[in-house]
């Protein structure tokens, strides 16, 4: 039985949840952490299933992965879960809560600095405090990859994005530090910028039918990015061929950002 593990950071849907899906193809062993109301529960339930008729080990956490003194327990708890001579290979990201306000709303409260704190400390921060505790609990494999999930945000600007856009470019930053500080780990940091994808997270953003129309207008492939084109790129990151690619953002989104 392979002894790698992959865990997932917000996997109960969307690109987390394509991604686990992927890696438990490919025999990694998973563990999710996410945060989920009970009424959702029984359709992520039986996604989580299926991931664990591929003959994987797939345990999950319905908790606060933001919560500092969670954070702390839950990986106690992986490492007490893991069986000896069992590593985290692969760490994935994909933790989207933040604000989408407008800073100049026609009505309503404006976007605040504790809006973007939130939102920098969920989507970037976040994946940081995560790799610290598995590096201070020896718990990633010899060769790991990280894989974190940024968008055109990081450059572009959108209306009710700021809190999002901010985050994205500090992850960004974040991914490259740590590739650097963390090379004689053996870790690999990378972040894949995903093209628009109808994710729940996605279909939270203001305006969303436009930046929907607008995309497939830009796309020279004539579609919108699928979590599962995301997953592809991400599984690529974990394998062998890939180990000399870190500190990058890597584009996947069919040529959707060439104009």
Same mark, same amino acid.
């Given at each position: 039985?392979?002894?790698? $593990? +992959? #865990? ?8 987390? #949840? ?7 193809? *490919? ?32 345990? /999950?956490?319905? +908790? ?15 490492? /007490? ?6 590593? !985290?290979?692969? #760490?994935? *990201? ?9 800073? *100049? ?24 405090? $995560? ?5 201070? =609990? ?28 901010? +985050? &994205? ?11 650097? =500080? ?14 628009? %994808?109808? /994710? ?11 930046? &929907?129309? *607008? ?14 084109? !995301? +997953?592809?790129?991400?599984? #690529? ?6 180990? $000399?690619? %870190?500190?990058t953002v890597i584009k996947v989104d069919g040529g959707e950002s060439l104009r």
């Amino acid at each position: 039985m392979e002894k790698n $593990w +992959a #865990l997932v950071l917000g996997g109960s849907n969307g690109l987390g #949840l394509a991604t686990a899906t992927k890696l438990a193809k *490919h025999g990694f062993h998973i563990v999710i952490v996410h945060r989920d109301r009970r009424s959702e529960m029984d359709t992520i339930e039986a996604n989580f299933e299926v991931m664990r008729t591929m003959g994987v080990q797939v345990k /999950t956490f319905n +908790a606060d992965a933001l919560s500092p003194i969670r954070q702390k327990e839950l990986v106690k708890e992986i490492k /007490t879960m893991l069986p000896e001579g069992h590593h !985290i290979k692969v #760490l994935v *990201h994909s933790i989207a809560k933040g604000s989408l306000k407008p800073m *100049h709303p026609k009505e309503g409260a404006p976007l605040s600095n504790q809006d973007i704190k939130i939102t920098f400390e969920a989507m970037a921060l976040s994946l940081y405090e $995560w790799t610290r505790l598995l590096v201070d =609990e020896n718990l990633f494999a010899a060769d790991s990859r990280i894989i974190s999930f940024t968008s055109e945000g990081n450059t572009r600007a959108l209306p009710n994005y700021g809190a999002v856009s901010v +985050a &994205k470019v500090a992850l960004e930053a974040l991914t490259r530090n740590m590739a650097l =500080e963390f090379a004689p780990l053996g870790i690999k940091a990378n972040c894949i910028q995903a093209g628009v %994808t109808l /994710t729940k997270s996605f279909q939270m953003i203001p305006g969303q039918d436009q930046i &929907k129309e *607008h995309a497939l207008k830009r796309n020279p492939n004539g579609r919108l990015t699928t979590p599962e084109d !995301i +997953a592809n790129a991400a599984y #690529l990151l974990t394998r062998d061929e890939a180990k $000399w690619i %870190t500190g990058t953002v890597i584009k996947v989104d069919g040529g959707e950002s060439l104009r």
